[in-house]
């Protein structure tokens, strides 16, 4: 099981992984369990991007569970992530191609 901070509608971070798998690419979204294949590492990581900034948007707009911010995706998927993580610390480059942390922050302005 991995232990990562719990999301919430109000505030979260969303963990993404792009990473090449033979001859393409796989995007991982880590804390919504969202995964996609693609032949250019740019436009998967804007994909993969997209599709949790929309499954956020959706549990927010129709006050879903705070549970569907937190499906994190398979043990394999995240030994990647920290594989890579950890070679970013070393002065070789990473066979990893993207890695990012997306904290996000849900302001409501309340009229009196």
């Given at each position: 099981m991995i232990s990562r901070p719990y999301n919430t509608k109000e505030s979260g971070v969303i963990e993404y992984l792009v990473y090449?798998?033979?001859?393409?690419?796989?995007?991982?979204?880590?804390?919504?369990?969202?995964?996609?294949?693609?032949?250019?590492?740019?436009?998967?990581?804007?994909?993969?991007?997209?599709?949790?900034?929309?499954?956020?948007?959706?549990?927010?707009?129709?006050?879903?569970?705070d549970e569907l911010l937190n499906r994190h995706t398979e043990e394999k998927y995240w030994t990647i992530y920290f594989q890579a993580m950890g070679e970013l610390q070393k002065p070789i480059a990473s066979p990893y191609q993207f890695l990012t942390s997306y904290p996000y922050y849900f302001y409501q302005c309340r009229t009196a």
């Open positions: 090449k798998e033979g001859n393409s690419y796989v995007g991982v979204c880590l804390s919504f369990d969202i995964i996609e294949e693609g032949d250019d590492p740019h436009k998967l990581m804007l994909s993969i991007q997209e599709a949790a900034e929309l499954h956020l948007k959706v549990v927010r707009d129709k006050n879903m569970s």
